[in-house]
């Protein structure tokens, strides 16, 4: 079955500083992979998606990932990491079977220091 | 401004009582969802409906049972027989018959405490 892992469980990183989420995927064929992020107590808003193509996207509040099928990898970067960025971030899969059902990993949280 | 309404935001039940979360999506999504959240253990999905009349188990579907009467409403109803119910609850949409390349739109959630 398709599945996420994301290994970090804690991030801290200063304001300003580079940012690297992980982001493992189980799947054969090419996925289709998603980023969300969530603020406590609030639902997940979508940062960037890749199902083909160009290996590396662009999402909003510039973030971006890259694709590696190689690697069985889909990392979430940010060049230099704003303290509203603080949150929970999750990566995602479409997983088989239909009805567009989505596989989640447990996701990553993201603590910035000023 | 289309969206996913939840509601309550919190909700408290007693043990023995079903309560039911509400999930209401002005977006003309045919399909709809329910995830559990957890922490430490990401999202696990209940319930979802490709279109009205029609809904299919996720992976934990015991005692939880859902309904869609109309194409804007996915009402989840938590039953007495979910032992461990406490949890934060996320409805999201998304178009149907897409294979699933959008994504989905979430909920703010509700955060369900048994007292």
């Known amino acids: 079955a398709q599945s996420v892992t994301q290994p970090d469980i804690h991030i801290t990183v200063s304001e300003g500083a580079s940012l690297e989420l992980r982001c493992n995927y189980s799947y054969g064929a090419t996925p289709y992979l998603f980023w969300y992020v969530q603020s406590p107590g609030q639902g997940l808003q979508l940062l960037l998606k890749?199902?083909?193509?160009?290996?590396l996207v662009q999402g909003i509040k510039g973030f971006e990932a890259e694709f590696k099928r190689s690697q069985s990898s889909f990392n979430l970067r940010k060049p230099s990491v704003h303290w509203s960025d603080a949150a929970e971030y999750f990566c995602?899969?479409?997983?088989?079977?239909?009805?567009?059902?989505?596989?989640f990993g447990t996701g990553t949280q993201l603590k910035v220091e000023l | 401004d289309g969206g996913i309404t939840q509601s309550p935001k919190y909700l408290f039940r007693k043990e023995g009582q079903n309560v039911t979360l509400s999930c209401e999506q002005n977006l003309n999504h045919d399909a709809m969802y329910w995830y559990r959240q957890d922490p430490g253990q990401g999202l696990r999905l209940i319930y979802y409906s490709q279109i009205v009349n029609d809904f299919q188990k996720g992976d934990i579907a015991e005692g939880y049972s859902v309904s869609r009467e109309k194409k804007e409403s996915f009402p989840l109803t938590v039953t007495s027989a979910q032992k461990n119910p406490t949890a934060f609850y996320l409805c999201?949409?998304?178009?149907?018959?897409?294979?699933?390349?959008?994504?989905?739109?979430f909920g703010s959630g509700t955060r369900l405490t048994v007292v």
């Open positions: 999201a949409s998304s178009i149907a018959g897409t294979g699933g390349i959008y994504g989905y739109t």
């Open positions: 890749y199902f083909s193509g160009d290996t």
């Open positions: 995602a899969v479409v997983r088989g079977g239909g009805g567009n059902k989505l596989t």
